[in-house]
């Protein structure tokens, strides 16, 4: 309060110079430096100050102060809200793509596994065939085998009668079997 | 007088309480721009925020920005621990900002502009720094006054300085603010005045007075600025001595 108090009576010595110098108003002084004023200012200063001062920390800090958290805590909220729907929807898309693949993957083998019984079906089909064709080639084999077997015993009996014929034809005599086949034995060799 | 540039300045008793204690504490003009600073101040705030609303009405962001400028203001300078002196922050930008606006209606009385108030003022802001600051910081606190890195010799001149300037603030603090209201009312009522008596003198006058006429709408201008410029440099001031407080070290 010292310090106010030299100032004051300092700042009034220099209005009252300055008054009298640049005004011209005589007894009257500068107001702003009218010393005679200064209690009164200072009291109603610190009263209405004071009740500022008070219902800004009692009332409108806190009210502000509030309104601004709680929009502030909104727009966190909010956020956080969109951050989680967010994640849900690219849970979704992923769970849905596996599926995708899932299903195009067991779609893939089950076409492999028809593809691949398919083969092996018509695989033994063939074999099958393969078989019964075989067989009757065997079979048929065999018939014209022994169907030659006969012909060619046959054949030694033919030529035996033959010539037989043919020497009875050619020199009027016979001829006795056995020779003829002893005949046709040292032909054949 | 009505032309006289100093009339706007000069304080009458409305209520006379005079002799309490052997002071005079009347009820004058002064007193009652103050309460009206403080009721316009409160009740604006107050007002427009009654609605809380979560989407904020056109007034309502006004408080709100008149807040978060402050606030931001605030923390750049001090921190957040500096948010703990941000009601009386607050409450000073709106004081010295509503009587500087309210400084500009014609006939009113402007509240800034008289030393004692903001020199009061000014006081408040150093006293609350050293207070705070002793009872925060102890006698290290008078490490502001001691910067490092100062060579020993150099060391009481050093000293000496910091005292002085420390102990000048709450002056240029005050004056800065009373000088720039007083200052800029006197200059716009000089003006406005030469528009008065140059109208007197027939058609010339009538014609010349439009130079000192836009030269008054000029400075109307001009002042609203430095109306809202002086509540913001005192409020940033006072955020800066608050750092101080704080954080005595360099």
């Known amino acids: 309060m010292f310090v106010t108090e030299a100032l004051a009576a300092g700042a009034e010595t220099a209005a009252h110079g300055a008054a009298a110098a640049a005004e011209g108003h005589g007894g009257e002084s500068f107001p702003p430096f009218d010393a005679s004023t200064y209690a009164s200012q200072i009291f109603w200063l610190a009263l209405t100050f004071g009740f500022l001062f008070w219902f800004m920390s009692k009332v409108i800090v806190p009210r502000i102060g509030g309104i601004l958290e709680t929009r502030q805590d909104r727009i ?17 898309i992923a769970a849905y793509e596996q599926e995708l693949a899932e299903a195009k993957s067991s779609a893939n083998e089950i076409g492999n596994k028809a593809r691949e019984s398919a083969k092996a079906a018509a695989e033994a089909e063939r074999q099958k065939v393969e078989k019964a064709l075989g067989k009757k080639l065997s079979e048929a084999e065999a018939r014209i085998a022994s169907v030659r077997d006969k012909a060619m015993a046959d054949v030694g009996a033919i030529a035996g009668e033959t010539t037989e014929v043919i020497v009875k034809q050619l020199i009027g005599g016979t001829v006795t079997k056995t020779e003829i086949t002893k005949a046709l034995k040292s032909v054949e060799g | 007088m009505a032309n006289d540039p100093i009339h706007q300045f000069q304080i009458h008793k409305i ?24 009721a316009i101040a409160a009740g604006f705030l107050y ?101 490092e890195g100062v060579p020993g010799v150099l060391m ?73 410029l002086q509540a913001y440099v005192f409020a940033v001031l006072t955020c800066m001595y608050i750092n101080d407080a704080l954080h005595p070290g360099h």
């Open chain 1, 76 to 92: 966190a909220q909010d956020l956080d809200k969109a951050h989680e729907l967010k994640t849900e929807a690219d849970e979704a």
């Open chain 2, 15 to 38: 209520i006379p309480i005079e002799n309490v204690g052997g002071l005079d504490l009347s009820f004058t003009n002064v007193s009652l721009f103050m309460v009206a600073t403080v």
């Open chain 2, 47 to 147: 007002l427009t925020t009654a609605n809380r609303g979560l989407v904020p009405s056109r007034m309502q962001s006004v408080s709100e920005m008149a807040y978060e400028f402050t606030a931001s203001m605030l923390r750049d300078a001090a921190g957040t621990q500096g948010m703990r002196f941000f009601p009386f922050v607050f409450s000073i930008f709106m004081f010295v900002l509503v009587a500087n606006l309210m400084g500009m209606f014609p006939y009113f009385f402007t509240v800034t502009s008289s030393i004692i108030v903001t020199f009061s003022l000014a006081i408040l802001v150093i006293g609350t720094v050293i207070v705070y600051g002793f009872m925060k910081h102890g006698l290290k606190f008078l490490g502001l006054f001691v910067p």
């Open chain 2, 156 to 228: 009481p001149l050093v000293v000496m300085i910091e005292v002085i300037s420390f102990f000048s603030r709450p002056v240029s603090l005050s004056v800065r603010l009373f000088a720039n209201m007083l200052a800029g009312h006197i200059t716009l009522k000089v003006f406005a005045g030469f528009v008065v008596s140059l109208s007197t003198l027939g058609a010339l006058g009538i014609g010349g007075a439009i130079l000192p006429l836009l030269m008054t709408i000029a400075l109307t201008g001009l002042e609203f600025l430095v109306a809202f």
